[in-house]
């Protein structure tokens, strides 16, 4: 079984790189690979333009890595914790400057078994961190936090790209990718399926604003056909009832779509206007919600 299949990427030194794509897209199984952890059966990986076969030392000399899942000694406190990863590594940063780039120096003494999910995720960033890398792994780094934990993460993220590092990020958040990555290939069934800008690719749907409405049952069967010579309108989805537009003026294509479904009959339960996001991108190109797939994965 193939997990990655003819996959490229080429990722630039100080950007946030972002592989998007729900639970089995291929994302661990790439950056595995590019971190050394995985052999790829064909195909080339560079690195800070080095070899695995050739110069694995000095990759990890210069890489820092965060798992899907870090699994670190419950008996250590923080320091001792950071202080021990410190020691792989013949240049970095003190085990203090680290825990004090992810606001962590106040657990500096908790042992690492007394710590919340959240802070736990930041210990592995700081453990990642303490090396000094020129390029950094982060592996779904937010999955299973609560809001204000993520949204902490989000931050230390984000004081990275502004440090100038290199962070090739992967997750299954779509709002994640979003508002971190400078660039973002979406990954499906192993393949890059797109790859830019968060912006160029919203753009590449057609439309910026996006109008959701849901008909009132019983409801036929929806022709799409009338619906997309809508003025403004660029793209439509039915699904059971509930309708999806990608619009480029929602000012002008509402009161066209009301006076369209008055015209047939259908009445509307709600309607609510939003601006497009990376969900539709991958929804346009695969055809199914990325947070499904993630449900089922799961």
């Known amino acids: 079984m193939e997990a990655v299949r003819g996959l490229n990427l080429e990722v630039a030194v100080g950007e946030c790189f972002g592989l998007l794509g729900p639970n089995g897209a291929g994302k661990t199984t790439t ?35 965060s798992l899907q899942e870090t699994k670190l000694s419950e008996k250590l406190t923080v320091m001792e914790t950071v202080t021990l990863f410190r020691s792989f590594y013949r240049q ?11 606001e962590l120096m106040e657990k500096a003494n908790a042992l690492t078994g007394k710590l919340s999910g959240g802070q736990k995720q930041r210990l592995a960033v700081a453990c990642a961190l303490v090396g000094d890398p020129e390029l950094l792994f982060l592996d779904e780094p937010t999955t299973g936090l609560d809001p204000q934990s993520r949204r902490q993460l989000w931050e230390i ?57 849901s008909l009132e049952a019983p409801h036929p069967e929806v022709d799409h056909a009338p619906l997309r010579q809508l003025p403004s309108v660029q793209s439509v989805r039915a699904e059971d009832g509930h309708l999806t537009l990608t619009v480029h003026a929602p000012h002008v294509a509402i009161p066209a779509l009301l006076e369209y479904l008055d015209q047939h009959e259908l009445r509307l339960t709600n309607l609510i206007t939003r601006h497009a996001s990376l969900e539709d991108v991958f929804v346009t190109l695969t055809g199914r919600h990325l947070r499904d797939e993630g449900n089922q994965a799961a």
């Open 92 to 102: 970095g940063i003190s085990p203090k400057e680290a825990l004090m780039q992810v």
């Open 31 to 65: 950056i595995e690979i590019l971190e050394g952890l995985l052999t790829p059966t064909s195909g080339q990986v560079s690195i800070l333009g080095m070899s695995w076969l050739k110069e694995p030392q000095e990759i990890r000399e210069r890489i820092g890595i």
């Open 157 to 213: 993220i984000r004081s990275l790209r502004g440090m100038g590092r290199t962070v090739l990020l992967t997750t299954h958040y779509m709002d994640e990718a979003e508002r971190l990555c400078d660039r973002i290939a979406i990954v499906d069934h192993g393949q890059v399926i797109a790859e830019g800008t968060p912006r160029s690719l919203i753009a590449s749907i057609g439309g910026e604003h996006v109008i959701e409405c």
